[in-house]
């Protein structure tokens, strides 16, 4: 199990197979499989005294935390878009993946390359986790000291590539169908909402000249008498 440990950090071809886990390791959240590394994880504490899978899985948590907090950016005027999209990155940040990356698909692309990079970063400097504990941001506690460090520096690499990513995706409209389409309809429900005012509008303009109308000839006749 010791090689078996020492392959997965050392190994070229192993690094190659971790940058690819990583890249799609939020699709596994996402389906629940995610929790099968427990195992892996819990059998590397017990046989090898620590674990290079669970530093991995924190950096894909900070990733996607980090997407949707630079989608909150880029929405941040938008109130209903900001109230979802906040309290989604704190999730992010704790292992959830929900709401914005999900739905809008270019945060979750944005951090799942986001945390290939990290992943791959952790697996060459050898970081190592005592055992599992919380994902995301509070992962750190779980690390061996000797490796908060590294750990820290590649944790900011990869929440400041999952932003640029981010950011980067948006503003070229890569992956970005799926939120056009809601802003699509977003603006057709104010047209829509529009007319509806206008059309109320002109009907009660419409309602008051009938109105004055049928007062003129009861003036008329009062001033007669």
Do not use: C
Not at 14 to 22: E, G, V
């Amino acid at each position: 199990h010791r090689k078996v440990d020492l392959f997965l950090v050392n190994n070229l071809g192993a690094r190659a197979m971790n940058f690819f886990d990583q890249a799609f390791f939020a699709p596994f959240v996402i389906t629940g499989l995610h929790h099968m590394t427990n195992a892996i994880d819990l059998e590397l504490v017990r046989t090898a005294g620590g674990t290079g899978l669970w530093p991995m899985i924190a950096f894909s948590n900070i990733a996607q935390g980090s997407a949707v907090f630079a989608y909150y950016f880029i929405k941040r005027h938008d109130e209903r878009e900001a109230q979802i999209s906040l309290p989604a990155t704190i999730s992010a940040y704790l292992g959830a993946l929900f709401g914005v990356n999900v739905k809008y698909v270019y945060p979750l692309v944005a951090g799942m390359s986001a945390s290939a990079l990290s992943g791959l970063l952790s697996t060459v400097f050898g970081v190592q986790a005592n055992s599992i504990g919380i994902g995301g941001l509070p992962a750190i506690l779980s690390i061996k000291p000797q490796y908060w460090a590294i750990f820290a520096i590649i944790m900011v690499v990869d929440i400041v590539v999952a932003m640029v990513l981010t950011f980067l995706f948006h503003k070229t409209g890569f992956l970005t169908k799926t939120e056009e389409d809601g802003t699509y309809k977003k603006l057709q429900k104010v047209w829509y909402n529009q007319r509806l005012l206008l059309n109320q509008q002109r009907l009660l303009a419409h309602l008051l000249a009938k109105l004055n109308h049928l007062a003129k000839p009861q003036t008329q006749s009062f001033h007669q008498v």
